[in-house]
């Protein structure tokens, strides 16, 4: 029953928060809207998501309440690209009762922050669901190497964006198609990933640095710190899973 199934759903998301919920729904207006996409289909549009609010100072952070049913995006893609599109200091909640790629979710949240007086400039939120697209699909394509960590892939993501938002500071004008390569290579080496991904790969993250450092974004310091959050976030997460592989080493090297 697909009301039944969209009350569960909606159950998942306010689990915590029954109190002053404001809840509204997505349709094709709204995916043209923020990520600029013509002719959408809603019917595919089943996830759901909860934005609450937080203190100056919080960060991005996204939680996937239904792990096994969002199967391509991760809540360090989400929030990442959140943060391009101008999303600040919030708590994003995602959940589906069935099996969905989860490309479209921001949408949810983009209307969710507007509807609650926030304004969102449409060029940030379509090259957001750009970053989106080309980080799940550098994953995705790396999905079956075991040197591949997509936590490295959001860190560097991270890097490129601190970096492009420096070199526009300190010499007045945008980084020219020889630094955005540059510094894309630089955070890729940074992070291991340069002799792991392709060139092709390589290419789409170029791609999209161009794009990035074209938006308002790269002259926003509310991105930057948030920026600086969501990197706190990752280092301590890859801080764990390096514990752990040193920890499953030893136990191997013991046996």
């Known amino acids: 029953d ?9 159950q998942m998301c306010i689990r915590d ?3 002053n919920v404001y809840e509204t729904s997505v349709d094709a207006n709204d995916l043209y809207n923020y990520l600029g996409i013509a002719g959408g289909d809603t019917s595919s549009l089943i996830s759901s998501v909860m934005v609450q609010k937080q203190d100056s100072g919080t960060g991005v952070k996204v939680k996937i309440i239904t792990q096994s049913n969002i199967t391509k995006i991760t809540s360090n893609q989400y929030a990442n690209a959140a943060i391009t599109a101008g999303v600040s200091d919030v708590e994003i909640d995602v959940a589906s009762v069935s099996k969905v790629t989860g490309e479209s979710a921001l949408t949810g949240v983009y209307k969710a922050l507007e509807a609650n007086g926030e304004t969102l400039d449409p060029d940030r939120t379509q090259v957001a669901q750009d970053e989106l697209e080309t980080t799940n699909e550098i994953a995705q394509n790396n999905a079956y190497d075991s040197n591949f960590d997509s936590a490295r892939l959001d860190q560097a ?3 490129i964006k601190q970096e492009l938002a420096q070199i526009k500071q300190n010499q007045g004008s945008a980084a020219t198609t020889e630094q955005v390569e540059q510094v894309v290579q630089d955070a890729l080496k ?10 092709d790969d390589i290419d789409k993250l170029i791609a999209f640095a161009k794009k990035y450092q074209n938006t308002s974004a790269i ?3 509310e991105v930057l710190n948030q920026l600086n ?6 280092k301590n997460q ?5 514990v ?3 920890h499953l080493r030893a136990h191997e090297t013991l046996s």
């Open 244 to 246: 752990s592989y040193t």
């Open 17 to 19: 928060s029954t109190n």
């Open 2 to 10: 697909l009301h039944l199934s969209i009350r569960r759903q909606r």
């Open 238 to 242: 890859l801080s764990g899973l390096s």
């Open 229 to 234: 959050k969501l990197s706190g976030s990752l």
């Open 219 to 221: 002259d926003s310091q």
């Open 157 to 159: 993501l991270v890097e």
């Open 190 to 199: 940074k992070f291991n990933l340069s002799d792991i991904i392709s060139q």
